[in-house]
Nanobody, 123 residues
Framework: QVQLVESGGALVQPGGSLRLSCTASGTFRIINTMGWHRQAPGKQRELVAT???????NYADFVQGRFTISRDNAKNTVYLQMNGLKPEDTAVYYC?????????????????WGQGTQVTVSS
């Protein structure tokens, strides 16, 4: 099993900043891509940003240079630095990771989600 635990969500004023963290634990061989998604009330979950083990990044258009994803492979941790937060960024932010792990003598893929952390942007 691979567990993801997020932290860093909070209430922040418009224009403020937050840094989300997500750490993977459990038994795995390799973590390939880690990323952040978000889900606002009444809306579908959407991609925010992803980062590969090699450091290649991908961002949703709405990020517009405000967010930065980074990763510490030694700590199995991914971060999301969010600056210039807007009320429309209010959502539960979920961490996601994929890779593979040993399942007995077999290598099996995994795709895991964290429990989510609430980000609220409001004055």
């Amino acid at each position: 099993q691979v567990q993801l635990v997020e932290s860093g969500g909070a209430l922040v004023q418009p224009g403020g900043s937050l840094r989300l963290s997500c750490t993977a634990s459990g038994t795995f061989r390799i973590i390939n891509t880690m990323g952040w998604h978000r889900q606002a009330p009444g809306k579908q979950r959407e991609l925010v940003a992803t980062i590969t083990s090699g450091g290649s990044t991908n961002y949703a258009d709405f990020v517009q240079g405000r967010f930065t994803i980074s990763r510490d492979n030694a700590k199995n941790t991914v971060y999301l630095q969010m600056n210039g937060l807007k009320p429309e960024d209010t959502a539960v932010y979920y961490c996601n990771a994929d890779g593979n792990r040993w399942l007995g003598d077999i290598v099996a893929n995994f795709n895991s989600w964290g429990q989510g952390t609430q980000v609220t942007v409001s004055s």
